[in-house]
């Protein structure tokens, strides 16, 4: 199961207390640790900006907090998003910088959790050239880092006559950024309704990747704690 935090008030101390006490609920799983839009210091989200510094020290804790308390294996991935327009720090060197901060923060975790990177990839909220560019940016740049894109397929079809999604994106853009450009790519569908719809667009746009033999690795839907 992979879980989205939307803030442990980005204490050290505070991450890793909550995140000892979630590895004794449930045995196993991901947890999609989120800081909000990436910009040119580190990343800003829920209120306040956080340094590339701070985020690599608040992961590092949350992974100890995660080893001294579970008892089956698990992921801590490090997450941002492609929100604020376009930007030079949410487009390919934003990727790559990304990558960078996941081998700082690799370096630094308790290694009996596994550190990987999310990006919460919406058509809402850019263009997706901008955010095909971050995925490739991530990529080129460590291909053996794994990536979650935990996002959402905004406006995109339910069934096979279209592939256009919301803000000019297509389900091939999707399918981009949730496996195409990497074998390091898992997509987390984000699934937050009860009425099926957002399960039928996940549904057309594997389908669509399968008939283009593109591999979707998927897990869970994304819930919040």
């Known amino acids: ?9 980005w204490s050290s101390d505070v991450c890793s207390s909550d995140l000892c006490e979630q590895s004794t609920k449930v045995p196993q799983g991901v947890i999609i640790l989120s800081f909000g839009k990436q910009v040119e210091t580190g990343t800003n989200g829920f209120g ?3 340094s590339y510094d701070d985020v690599a020290r608040v992961a590092a804790a949350s992974s ?5 308390c579970a008892t089956g294996p698990w992921e801590l991935a490090i997450g941002t998003s492609n929100s604020g327009g376009i930007t030079n720090f949410n487009g390919f060197s934003g990727g ?12 630094a975790a308790d290694p009996r ?31 053996s880092i794994r990536l979650w894109n935990f996002g959402s397929a905004d406006g995109c079809p339910t069934t096979t006559a279209k592939i256009t999604c919301g ?21 987390v569908p984000q699934i937050h309704t009860t009425t099926g719809a957002l399960a039928r667009q996940w549904a057309r746009i594997m389908l669509r990747a399968k008939s283009m033999g593109v591999n979707m690795r ?7 704690l």
Request: hydrophobic share 40%; charged share 20%; glycine share 6%.
């Open 1 to 9: 199961t992979a879980y989205e935090i939307s803030q442990c008030d």
């Open 48 to 50: 306040m900006s956080i």
């Open 64 to 68: 100890n907090g995660l080893a001294r």
């Open 96 to 107: 790559a910088r990304w990558a960078q901060l996941l081998r700082t923060i690799r370096a």
């Open 113 to 143: 959790v596994t550190v990987s990177a999310a990006n919460d990839l919406e058509p809402g909220w850019g263009p997706s050239g901008q955010a095909r560019a971050w995925v490739d940016g991530f990529v080129r740049t460590d291909p």
């Open 167 to 187: 803000n000019n994106w297509t389900i091939d853009d999707v399918i981009w950024v949730s496996a195409q450009a990497g074998p390091n790519i898992v997509v």
């Open 218 to 224: 998927s897990e869970e839907h994304t819930s919040e």
